[in-house]
């Protein structure tokens, strides 16, 4: 596997690491630490992610919209 396949299997990688167990995604994260540049990439997406995820929730639908 190359940086460029693992980083873009590491974009589909979900906040919460409830992904890391999956091999498909195993493969990739090896990669990551095995290379300073793509794991930082990996880690600045996975925070950026949380950040939106947390954002979003905090969006709380208005009164009367399901009417």
Do not use: H
């Not at 460029?4 to 979900?14: C, D, P």
């Not at 540049?37 to 950040?51: C, G, K, M, N, P």
């Amino acid at each position: 596997m190359d940086n460029r396949e693992a980083k873009f299997i590491l974009s589909a990688y979900r906040p919460g690491g409830q992904d890391a167990n999956d091999p498909r995604f195993a493969e990739a994260l090896a990669q990551a630490r095995r290379d300073p540049i793509l794991e930082r990439s990996f880690r600045e997406s996975v925070a950026f992610d949380a950040a939106v995820t947390e954002k979003l929730g905090a969006v709380a639908p208005p009164p009367g919209l399901r009417e």
